[in-house]
Structures are given as C-alpha cells and as structure tokens.
C-alpha cells in the first residue's frame, strides 16, 4: 500500500507495470468521494506501460478533507501535487464519470502541459446534459417507478426503500449491467466519501443537486488541443449521443461506443476497453 504526503493531506494510490519507451497513463476514478481499486481492470493497461490510479482525498484510505475544501479546485491542486511528486513529464490523462470532469479541469488549469492525449470515459462535463439523459432514461422505466422517483424526490424521501430499489432498478440498466457486481457496488460502504458525493452531487446518479449542479464546461471543449477519445456505453446514463457531441466539439476529439456496456465498462467489457484505449493512446506516445 503506498501514499503520497502533500500540503493537502495523504494521498492513498497505486502504480503498475514497469517503464517503458510508452508514455504513463493516470487514471481518475469516479464519484466524486469514489475510491480506486488496486486489483481493477484498468490496470491491465500497465501490460504495456505504467499505470497511476488513486484514491482522491477524503476517501477510501486517502487522509480526511474539511468540508470547505470538498470543490474542484481543491482535486485539481491534489492532481497537480501528484504528478509533481510522481515525476511525470509527459502523460495520457484518463478517467471515468466525474474523473472525466476532473480530467478537464486539471487540462484548463495547467494549460495542457505534460498531456500527450485524454481518454474521457463516460464524461460528464455537462450536469444539465447529464440531467437532461437521466430524465429521458428514467421516462423508460415502469410508470411505478417512476412515481416513485418524482415522489420521494420531491419531499426528500430519498433513504426511502422504494427510493432505493426504484435507483437500483435504474443502476441495473444503466449504470452496472453485472447484477452480483452491482449488487456488491451497492452494499460498499465508503461513509465519508459518500457525504462528498452527497455534498457535490446528490442522493443519487440522476439526481444532480449539489454543488456541480449548475456545472457545465462544454464551452471550453474548443480549447483543448490535445488528441482526446470521448468512450460512452451503449446503455450508458452518460449516454453515447451526448459524447459523440462531445467529441465534435474538441479540435482533435474522437468517439468510441462499447457494445453491451453501460456505465461501468471497466467491470462490463474490460477487453474491449482496455483494446479501444491502447489503439488509440499509442498513436500518441
């Protein structure tokens, strides 16, 4: 197990594989108040070059982070000490969910030095287009559970069980499509990265109501000049129309969707990510 000490606290993360003539890959997990996964599919990237991932501060085993400090900003300064600290010069920047909306930030902060490309893997750089696609997905559940949804919404209702297994329901077909890895998702348990996740999103994945509801930085997609693959899920809640409009929108951007996944490819179709991922990275290393 191995941590990073920065001004901003401790930093719990990962690296494999050895170094090469091909450039490292940083990965970026989701939530926010996710955690990465030492043993996770991503890593099977790291076959071919070194692989980062870590767990971002105030969650997992990564050390405590005042409430004060729970904003982008405060990620992006966690980012920029990381790669100090790692020595990387040149890098391919990646990420999945909020890690893409990281991923985004960090590259407008530092003005894209040190990225050679970005692989943004089910984006969301937009919580009103994100808003926008859960509202169409959750139309396509059963009428019940959709009273459900507006109704426990409306009053705050959202611990409620039928909250719950009405959100369980939309997870199974858009967010993890394997139901013992969903239902082992769920039963995780990760307190203090859940009330970041709380605090800067909401009571659940289509319902942004946190800080980063109001969060949109597609405007600012033209200037990022570096080789970028936007990857969506055929059922992704990061639906695959939304990224390839993405993807238009960035000077040297690409798109790529991944039959039979949804939300969670990394635990859907591992191979035909991690495949999708190299043929494009190496192009650029």
């Known amino acids: 197990m191995s941590f990073i000490e920065h001004r901003l606290g401790k930093t719990h ?18 939530g926010p108040g996710g955690t990465h996964n030492p043993n996770g599919n991503l890593f099977k990237l790291s076959n071919k ?3 980062y991932a870590y767990t ?23 980012l920029q000490l990381l ?11 990646m990420g999945g969910s ?5 991923a985004l930030e960090y590259y407008l902060k530092v003005g894209g030095q040190g990225i050679r490309s970005m692989v943004l893997q089910s984006p969301m750089l937009s919580a009103v287009d994100w808003q926008k696609d859960a509202n169409r997905l959750i139309k396509a559940l059963p009428k019940a559970t959709q009273r459900v949804i507006q109704a426990c919404q409306a009053v705050g209702a959202t611990d409620a ?12 077909r858009h967010v993890l499509r394997r139901p013992n890895k969903l239902k082992a998702m ?12 709380q605090h800067m999103w909401g009571s659940s994945e289509f319902s942004a ?11 600012r997609l033209q200037d990022v000049h570096c080789p970028t693959l936007i990857v969506c899920g055929e059922h992704d809640e990061a639906t695959p129309k939304t990224g390839a409009r993405y993807a238009k929108r960035l000077p040297q951007g690409a798109f790529h969707e991944i039959p039979g996944a949804s939300h969670a490819i990394w635990e859907e179709q591992p191979h035909r990510l991690k495949n999708t991922i190299n043929q494009f990275i190496q192009r650029w290393d």
């Open 13 to 30: 993360f990962t690296t494999k594989g050895k170094s090469t003539d091909r450039l490292p890959v940083i990965w970026l997990h989701g």
């Open 49 to 51: 070059r070194k692989v």
């Open 56 to 78: 971002q501060l105030g969650s997992g085993k990564s050390s405590d982070l005042n409430k004060r400090q729970w904003r982008i900003s405060t990620f992006v300064q966690e």
């Open 83 to 93: 790669v100090a600290a790692w020595g990387l010069k040149d890098f391919h920047l």
């Open 98 to 102: 909020w890690g893409t909306t990281l």
């Open 161 to 172: 069980r039928v909250y719950q297994e009405a959100l369980a329901l939309y997870y199974s």
């Open 186 to 197: 769920l039963a995780r348990k990760n307190p203090r990265g859940a009330a970041i996740y």
């Open 209 to 219: 109501t946190g800080t980063l509801a109001d969060f949109d930085q597609t405007h």
